[in-house]
């Protein structure tokens, strides 16, 4: 099983970019979003579970950052509209087969991408 995500850069404050991830194998029940920036702990950005899949995000990105996915492609992707130097982080795409929503803990993980938000 493997997760490939992509999509980052460097953005100025108020630009928008798209994550994309990749998954090979089954189609898994939940994938989400992590981020981790420099000097912090690795946090809950975004998730989508099940078909047609209930969302939830940090609180901190909702109202900006749309997550999706399309199953026969085994994609999900994270919108991320208005982005502020604050979302600079590193990206991890995250997947896991276990259908109960509310689980919080996933067994896959891709290899993250950089997101740099210039103010």
């Known amino acids: 099983v493997q997760l490939q995500a992509s999509g980052g850069g460097l953005v100025q404050a108020g630009d928008s970019l798209r994550l994309s991830c990749a998954a090979s194998?089954?189609?898994?029940?939940?994938m989400g979003w992590f981020r981790q920036a420099p000097g912090k702990e690795r946090e809950f950005v975004a998730s989508i579970c099940g078909t047609p899949g209930s969302t939830n995000y940090v609180d901190s990105v909702k109202g900006r950052f749309t997550i999706s996915r399309d199953n026969a492609k085994k994609t999900v992707w994270l919108q991320m509209n208005s982005l502020k130097p604050e979302d600079t982080a590193v990206y991890y795409c995250?997947?896991?087969?276990?259908?109960?929503?509310?689980?919080?803990?996933?067994?896959?993980w891709g290899q993250g991408t950089l997101v740099t938000v210039s103010s």
């Open positions: 995250v997947a896991d087969y276990n259908i109960v929503c509310a689980r919080q803990k996933y067994d896959y």
């Open positions: 194998g089954r189609t898994f029940s939940r």
